[in-house]
């Protein structure tokens, strides 16, 4: 049975929910909110996961079963060796998109890392745990699920084509960085493709969300405490 596509727009509810649930709180607060990367992570986690919730019930109710979505296949040592290997080229890629992104005119100029992830310049450890178990290991794992697992074997099953249904989900995983800046809806689309590669190549989303993972992690967590390192303190 075919994926169907008719609920796509629901993977853009944890956008529009993140916006709309920051701003009510900031305009009730009447001011803007204190830690606003750990309330927006975790605003767009809690969005994007009851998104995920209800796309699934509906799938569900269509008949959609889990090996549709790729959710059946075991874990083993290769697809583990290959969400390794697509999160050191994820890494790798970081400041390739961020070169690209300063290239371009107007607000492209935006740096992806300093646009991504607006830390404090210390933060708190409970924070950083924080980020980490909902940007690091949560969000990923939901992501997935919705654009690998989902979007793309909708659109497999609508184009016919691998091409274009992998083309097409990284354009939309693209948009829903576009607050963040070029140079991030730069590297989500480059990471869209590496993703749908691995769950292409293994037919798993495991590969997938390890990869996702580990790339989170060194966006949110590695890279802030290295770049704060080497600007030492003050």
Excluded: K
Excluded at 29 to 44: N, T
Excluded at 108 to 125: C, T, V, Y
Excluded at 184 to 204: D, K, P, R
């Amino acid at each position: 049975m075919s994926v169907p596509l008719w609920p796509l727009p629901f993977v853009w509810l944890g956008v529009g929910g993140t916006y709309a649930s920051y701003a009510v709180m900031a305009r009730i607060a009447g001011r803007p909110l204190p830690g606003g990367f750990v309330v927006a992570i975790s605003l767009y986690t809690i969005w994007t996961l009851a998104a995920t919730m209800i796309l699934a019930l509906l799938l569900w109710r269509h008949g959609t079963t889990l090996a549709s979505l790729r959710l059946e296949e075991a874990l083993t040592a290769a697809r583990t060796g290959l969400g390794l290997c697509g999160a050191l080229l994820g890494i790798f890629l970081w400041p390739v998109a961020e070169r690209v992104a300063r290239s371009l005119p107007g607000p492209g100029g935006f740096r992806m890392q300093s646009s991504a992830r607006p830390h404090p310049a210390q933060p708190s450890a409970p924070d950083v745990i924080f980020v980490a178990v909902f940007g690091g290991l949560l969000l990923p794992a939901v992501e997935e699920l919705m654009f690998r697992g989902y979007v793309l074997r909708a659109l497999e099953d609508w184009f016919g084509s691998t091409t274009g249904s992998v083309l097409v989900t990284a354009i939309i995983f693209a948009s829903i960085h576009l607050a963040f800046g070029y140079g991030t809806m730069i590297y989500a689309f480059l990471m869209s493709l590496i993703l749908s590669g691995l769950v292409l190549l293994t037919n798993s989303l495991y590969s997938a969300v390890l990869t996702h993972s580990l790339v989170n992690l060194f966006g949110f967590v590695a890279a802030p405490a290295l770049s704060q390192r080497d600007r030492g303190p003050g």
